[in-house]
């Protein structure tokens, strides 16, 4: 008996591999940005400093608020040197008229001196600023006639600092009366040589009224 031949398999398809998905590479990572350079902060501007107060500037305030209506002039009458003589006898019984504006004062009388010391303090109001200047008249006293001028002088007080007290001393000129007052003098003591005046020490300063 011819064996029939087994059958032969029928050839099992393989199935093809399955393809690998793609790999999705990750991006790369941006490049980190260039750092940014900043401009270095701005220095800040010095700070000037004001000036302290010129002393001249405030000499200046000083000045205008001493020079002015209601504030008051202090005077004080010190000494006098030098004077010429008012009688024969080669002396003077002298005083001091002082006087702003129409407000005049009078020193007391020294007597039988060409060099008196005073110290006598008067004050005078400010009325007007169009009398600035305080005038001094040195006079003999006389008993028998009229008083005699000896010399005069006088002092502008529109530049004085407010409470600041200045000494001067004021050089007297002699008008015709002082003159007048020494002429007479020489024509009876040739040996008088003077010619000059004397000169007159004073204080003053300008201060405000006492509430």
Request: hydrophobic share 35%; net charge negative; glycine share 4%.
């Amino acid at each position: 008996v011819e064996e029939e031949p087994a059958p032969v398999p029928a050839p099992v398809e393989e199935e093809p591999a399955p393809v690998p998905a793609p790999v999705e590479e990750e991006p790369a990572p941006a490049p980190a940005p260039a750092p940014v350079e900043q401009e270095p902060a701005a220095a800040p501007a010095p700070i000037e400093e004001q000036p302290a107060h010129d002393p001249i500037d405030q000499s200046l305030v000083q000045l205008m608020d001493a020079f002015k209506v209601g504030n008051i002039a202090k005077v004080t009458v010190l000494e006098a040197k030098g004077l010429i003589p008012g009688n024969p006898q080669g002396s003077s019984d002298p005083y001091v008229v002082v006087a702003l504006g129409e407000q005049e004062k009078k020193t007391t009388a020294k007597k039988s001196t060409l060099e008196p010391k005073w110290t006598e303090t008067f004050t005078f109001d400010i009325l007007d600023l169009e009398a600035k200047s305080l005038k001094f008249t040195v006079m003999d006293r006389d008993n028998k006639s009229a008083d005699n001028c000896l010399g005069t002088t006088t002092f502008d007080i529109s530049s004085l600092l407010f409470t600041k007290r200045e000494k001067p001393t004021l050089k007297l000129t002699g008008d015709k009366a002082a003159q007048a007052v020494m002429s007479k003098y020489k024509s009876k003591n040739k040996s008088f040589k003077q010619k000059t005046f004397g000169n007159l020490k004073i204080q003053v300063e300008i201060v405000a009224p006492e509430p």
